[in-house]
């Protein structure tokens, strides 16, 4: 599918919330998933944060801009606003709020925010440009818009067990069916272009698994996801695999987890643009 056949409603969330997605979420924080961005960030900013899932990068980043600063967290999925709103809770956090919001079509006045960042979000919308679109309109001059997302086709992983080249060829192909781009990281700085955006920086970054805990907990979730997630279903009632293949991918990712050699690598696309 080429990039300019998509349409913003074209798209659907390709992962679902299963706890197998979850966990994975959970985890990020804003060292480890926006690090890029930590270095613009200042107390009394205004800041967006789109597709904040359950809000532990989104938590960091209010903590970053306080005292005087105010995060907004959005996503499409109101089931997770109440797990990011725990999160901002438990961490007594009263510069945080959050609420549901379709990126294509922000419900923000013009020139809101200080700084507009979605981590890990234009892989999965229908028109990543109409979205980078909308997050500099709301983002103020001399503002600041930043996205990250991993890129699927540049993943890489030894030992290179069969089943997970199946894997990475059927998430290819079911992303794309549901009208997502997986090999997202590559393209941000050109989406950006096309938005209207002048990126500043255009760089990468990794997630690398490889100690006993690291795999044990990776290979877990991706072996639960691919037999019991929504991208499961979605695998199975778009045509793209059965339920035997599914099985396989995920032996080969516990077979991959128990290997003491075993290593995996996520590579990222960053883009940081200044908004005139």
Known sequence: ??????????????????????????????????????????????VLDVGCGPGTVTADLA?????????????????????????????????????????????????TFDVVHAHQLLQHVGDPVRALEEMRRVCRPGGVLAARDSDYGAMTWYPRIPALDEWLSLYR???RANGGEPDAGRRLHAWARRAGCAPRTVTTATWCFHSPEDRAWWSG???????????????????????????????GWREWGADEDGWFSVLHGEIVCDVG
């Open 173 to 175: 192909r079911v992303a």
């Open 63 to 111: 903590a970053a801009v306080a005292p005087g600063g105010e995060v907004t967290g959005v996503d499409a999925a109101e089931s997770i606003l109440g797990p990011a709103r725990a999160v901002a809770a438990e961490r007594r956090l009263d510069n945080l709020r959050f609420t549901t919001a379709d990126v294509h079509a922000l419900d923000f006045p013009d020139d």
């Open 221 to 251: 979730l991706w072996a639960e996801r691919t037999v019991a997630s929504e991208y499961a279903r979605r695998a199975v009632g778009g045509g793209h695999a059965d339920e035997a293949q599914l099985h396989r991918i995920a032996d």
């Open 1 to 46: 599918m080429s990039d300019d056949s998509r349409g913003p409603q074209s798209a659907v969330y390709t992962h679902g919330h299963h706890d197998s997605v979850l966990r994975s979420h959970r985890w990020r924080t804003a060292a480890n998933s926006a690090a890029y961005l930590l270095p613009e960030l200042r107390a009394g900013q205004a």
